[in-house]
């Protein structure tokens, strides 16, 4: 099981950024994709995830309306498209799967099964 997060890098305040999550070695559309972030001195955070099969999103109130989650099925790959970004989205942004067993989606850290390694956000002021 690999998921593999590109697309950081630094934006100045107000500049977007799309990351990527490339998953291999599971059955994508059994899974539930989740964002999150982790920056110095703070909680892990939720961001947002999807439904791999069906699409349906969930978004953390912090980011609703700036980000927008969505998913390539051909290519088992997750995107986050980051708008109107801030100095406090800067984060390590990590992509996680959760296998399944409803319909339901969370952003519930500890039922998520893989890990990627993540990919380093900057936003400058």
């Known amino acids: 099981v690999q998921l593999v997060e590109s697309g950081g890098g630094l934006v100045q305040a107000g500049g977007s950024l799309r990351l990527s999550c490339a998953a291999s070695?599971?059955?994508?559309?059994?899974?539930?994709i989740g964002w999150f972030r982790h920056a110095p001195g703070k909680e892990r955070e939720g961001v947002s995830c999807?439904?791999?099969?069906?699409?349906?999103?969930y978004y953390a109130d912090s980011v609703k309306g700036r980000f927008t989650i969505s998913r390539d099925k051909a290519k088992n790959t997750v995107y986050l498209q980051m708008n109107s970004l801030k100095p406090g989205d800067t984060a390590v942004y990590y992509c996680?799967?959760?296998?399944?067993?409803?319909?339901?989606?969370?952003?519930?850290?500890?039922?998520?099964?893989?890990w990627g390694q993540g990919t380093q956000v900057t936003v400058s002021s």
């Open positions: 996680a799967a959760e296998l399944r067993t409803s319909d339901i989606i969370n952003l519930r850290a500890d039922e998520y099964d893989y």
């Open positions: 070695g599971f059955t994508f559309y059994d899974y539930a």
């Open positions: 999807i439904n791999a099969e069906d699409g349906n999103t």
